[in-house]
Every structure is written in structure tokens, then in C-alpha cells.
Nanobody
């Protein structure tokens, strides 16, 4: 079992930055591939970024490429999502997810999910 707890969400103006954190406990974190997903009101949960257990490679949705950076600190059992140049369309609940399997860009590839953290970007 893996427990995931996200933090760092909040309200920010367009153009601003936030850093989300996801603290993991349970199964050795360093063996999990990790992902960030988001769900906007009335929309399906969508892939944002993913990172292999080793820290490389990383993957991004086209909509966030060049603005968001995923990273991890295995010593702290934490994965991060640095979000820069935020836009109103980035407003969503952001979820952290973990998989013991191969890295995946779809929600179906992840066995464990956090409760989510709200990110709101005002224009």
C-alpha cells in the first residue's frame, strides 16, 4: 500500500507560480513511478506530468510543457510539481498518483491516488 498526501495548492494570479508537493508513505517510494493529474470542473481527470522512479525520464502534457516541472526527492519520499506562468485554464484539482508498474500517461496505469489539492488561477 502507498499513501499519498498532496499540498501546496491555493489561489494565484495569472502569471504566478505554485509548487505542489506529494508526500508518500508505505511501500518504498523510490520504487514507484509517479504522476500528476488534474481535473477541472465538468471535465475528466487528465495527465499533467510523470516521472520515473529514478528521476529520469520525465513526461509532460503539451499544455504544460515548458511551464511545469516534475521532480522527486527519494530521500524525502516526495514528488514535486513546480508550476510557473500559470494560466486560468490551469485551474483544477491536482492529484498525485503512484504506480508499481511501468510509467504511464493515463489514469488507468496508477494504483494509488492522493486526495487532491485545489489550484485556482485568477485572470
Amino acid at each position: 500500500q502507498v499513501q499519498l498526501v498532496e499540498s501546496g495548492g491555493g489561489l494565484v494570479q495569472a502569471g504566478g507560480s505554485l509548487r505542489l508537493s506529494c508526500a508518500a508513505s508505505g511501500r518504498p517510494f523510490s520504487r514507484n513511478n509517479m504522476g500528476w493529474f488534474r481535473q477541472a470542473p465538468g471535465k475528466e481527470r487528465a495527465f499533467v506530468a510523470a516521472i520515473r522512479w529514478s528521476g529520469d525520464p520525465t513526461y509532460y502534457a503539451d499544455s504544460v510543457k515548458g511551464r511545469f516541472t516534475i521532480s522527486r526527492d527519494n530521500a524525502k519520499n516526495t514528488v514535486y510539481l513546480q508550476m510557473n506562468s500559470l494560466k486560468p485554464e490551469d485551474t483544477a484539482i491536482y492529484y498525485c498518483a503512484a504506480t508499481m508498474g511501468v510509467i504511464d500517461l493515463s489514469i488507468y496505469g496508477y494504483e494509488y491516488w492522493g486526495q487532491g489539492t485545489q489550484v485556482t488561477v485568477s485572470s
